[in-house]
């Protein structure tokens, strides 16, 4: 609905086969079922620095010109 309204929208989930099922656009494989957008297994350092990288790939592929629905892995 988002993006039929001119907004693009990522989506971050580690269900990327399910997220295309359900019609997302631009579709960010990231972590782990349990902990899509963390790990608790790092550091808190750590943690901030691979959240952050995840939030830059998640605006690269918002300014990435799509025709249909795309997974963006390792970006």
């Known amino acids: 609905m988002i993006e039929k309204n ?5 989506l971050l989930t580690a269900m990327t086969s399910m997220a295309k099922v359900a019609g997302a656009n631009r579709i960010l494989a990231s972590g782990l079922i349990p902990h ?3 790990d608790p ?9 691979w959240r952050k990288g995840q939030v830059r790939k998640a ?10 629905s795309q997974i963006f892995a390792d970006w």
């Open 41 to 49: 297994t790092r550091s808190p350092e750590e943690e901030s620095v």
């Open 6 to 10: 001119g907004l693009p929208a990522a």
């Open 59 to 68: 605006l690269n592929a918002i300014a990435t010109p799509i025709e249909e």
């Open 36 to 38: 899509p957008v963390g």
